[in-house]
Nanobody
Framework: QVQLVESGGGLVQAGGSLKLSCAAS????????MGWYRQAPGKQRELVVA???????NYADSVKGRFTISRDNAKNTVYLQMNSLKPEDTAVYYC???????????????WGQGTLVTVSS
């Protein structure tokens, strides 16, 4: 069974920074895309950024220039550095990965449990 465990959320003032981490564990053969989504109260879940194995990143317009995704393939871990945070960034942030479990032939989409980021004005 493959799991994603996020950490790093919390409360921060507007203009501040936070760094989220997401580690994949379990019997993993390979991971293609890893990324972050978020869901604000009363809104639908939306893509923040996704990063392919080859290093191609797709950022939402609302976070371009403020958020940076990085990945440690050896550790099956993805990070999200969030700078210049705004109150509208307040949301539950979910890690997402497309994983090929060891011994299987089909990729699975796996989600973390979410971590809350609250930005106060």
């Amino acid at each position: 069974q493959v799991q994603l465990v996020e950490s790093g959320g919390g409360l921060v003032q507007a203009g501040g920074s936070l760094k989220l981490s997401c580690a994949a564990s379990g019997r993993i053969f390979s991971i293609t895309t890893m990324g972050w989504y978020r869901q604000a109260p009363g809104k639908q879940r939306e893509l923040v950024v996704a990063l392919t194995t080859g290093g191609s990143a797709n950022y939402a317009d609302s976070v371009k220039g403020r958020f940076t995704i990085s990945r440690d393939n050896a550790k099956n871990t993805v990070y999200l550095q969030m700078n210049s945070l705004k109150p509208e960034d307040t949301a539950v942030y979910y890690c997402n990965a497309v994983v090929l479990p060891a011994g299987q032939s089909r990729y699975l989409e796996v989600w973390g449990q979410g971590t809350l980021v609250t930005v106060s004005s």
